[in-house]
């Protein structure tokens, strides 16, 4: 089960081209970098909306009740 994830085949999973695979082999810490960044953005995307949610809940229109008097 070790042997999975080493040697040439190492990276096959991913179905990149045989020159990026190549790179990801020669140094699999770009990889690690590129899924760190990734996490990252969507964290920061997450947190702006979550700051746009919370701020704009006083500027929300009331409710119109049905049957009230205009």
Do not use: D
């Not at 702006?48 to 809940?57: E, K, P, R, S």
Request: proline share 7%; charged share 15%; glycine share 8%.
């Amino acid at each position: 089960m070790g042997q999975a994830f080493s040697g040439p085949n190492a990276f096959k999973f991913f179905g990149f081209t045989p020159a990026a695979t190549a790179v990801l082999q020669r140094s699999p810490l770009l990889l690690v970098i590129l899924v760190v960044v990734l996490v990252v953005c969507i964290g920061l995307g997450l947190l702006a909306w979550y700051i746009h949610y919370v701020t704009n809940i006083p500027y929300r229109k009331p409710k119109e009740v049905k049957g009230a008097k205009k």
